[in-house]
């Protein structure tokens, strides 16, 4: 069973960029597995931040956005908030189901 | 206000049977699939399945199947998941959440691209003896 892989942690300094990625145990993400990406923060629901890929969901602002690098989808946060601290996950479409990573807790210190 | 309202938490036996639910409003509860992620406790996100309202079709994932029901009255806009014997590692978040629809620039519907664009707040489910 392939499984989706995510950086289990990843620190960035107020004001950086980070880019955060989202993998297959095996072969390559592309668009043709509509990466999309949520954003949870501790005793809260998820929230959808990208999806298509590079689609921001409504309401969130322009310093996140997705992309494919290489052979992996991507979320990059330019211009890191304290609030940005939280947990991370993707989620890729297969055979009529979705498979969530397994969340990248992003550290803002 | 477009909105998933999901029923209160729960405190259940081993073996017990529970129904939860998720009430949609403010949009066409039809228009849209509804699905299931649990999360139990300090864990990650985790796709159980889901359900087209409309017609009843549903998909699981094959780590669920089998163990849960997903179901839905589309008369009272509201989607459930259900378990007829409980169990200690149940114990968890259960967050239903709405899937977009999303076109491409044609306008075509883009019926492989799944994600949720709506949450609701979740149920806590806690299986003790």
């Known amino acids: 069973q392939t499984v989706v892989t995510q950086e289990p942690s990843f620190s960035v300094s107020p004001g950086g960029t980070v880019t955060l990625t989202c993998g297959l145990s095996?072969?390559?993400?592309?668009?043709?597995?509509?990466p999309s990406w949520y954003q949870q923060t501790p005793g809260r629901p998820p929230r959808t931040l990208i999806y298509?890929?590079?689609t921001r969901s409504s309401g969130v602002p322009d310093r996140f956005s997705g992309s494919i690098l290489g052979n992996k989808a991507a979320l990059t946060i330019t211009g890191a908030q304290a609030d940005d601290e939280s947990d991370y996950y993707c989620?890729?479409?297969?055979?009529?189901?979705?498979?969530f990573g397994g969340g990248t807790k992003l550290t803002v210190l | 206000e477009v909105q998933l309202v999901q029923s209160a938490a729960e405190v259940k036996k081993p073996g017990e049977s529970l129904k939860i639910s998720c009430k949609g409003s403010?949009?066409?509860?039809?228009?849209?699939?509804i699905g299931w992620v649990r999360q139990m406790p300090g864990k990650g996100l985790e796709w159980m399945g889901i359900?087209?309202?409309?017609?009843?079709?549903?998909r699981y994932s094959p780590s669920f199947q089998g163990q849960v029901t997903i179901s839905a009255d589309k008369s009272i806009s509201t989607a459930y998941l259900q378990w007829s014997s409980l169990k200690a590692s149940d114990t968890a978040m259960y967050y239903c959440?709405?899937?977009?629809?999303?076109?491409?620039?044609?306008?075509?519907?883009?019926?492989?691209?799944?994600?949720?664009?709506?949450w609701g707040r979740g149920t806590l489910v806690t299986v003790s003896s």
């Open positions: 989620v890729l479409y297969m055979s009529s189901a979705m498979v």
């Open positions: 298509s890929t590079n």
């Open positions: 359900i087209s309202p409309g017609d009843s079709d549903t």
């Open positions: 403010g949009y066409t509860f039809t228009s849209h699939w």
């Open positions: 959440a709405r899937r977009g629809n999303s076109y491409d620039g044609s306008g075509y519907y883009e019926s492989r691209n799944w994600y949720f664009d709506l």
């Open positions: 095996s072969g390559s993400v592309s668009t043709s597995y509509y």
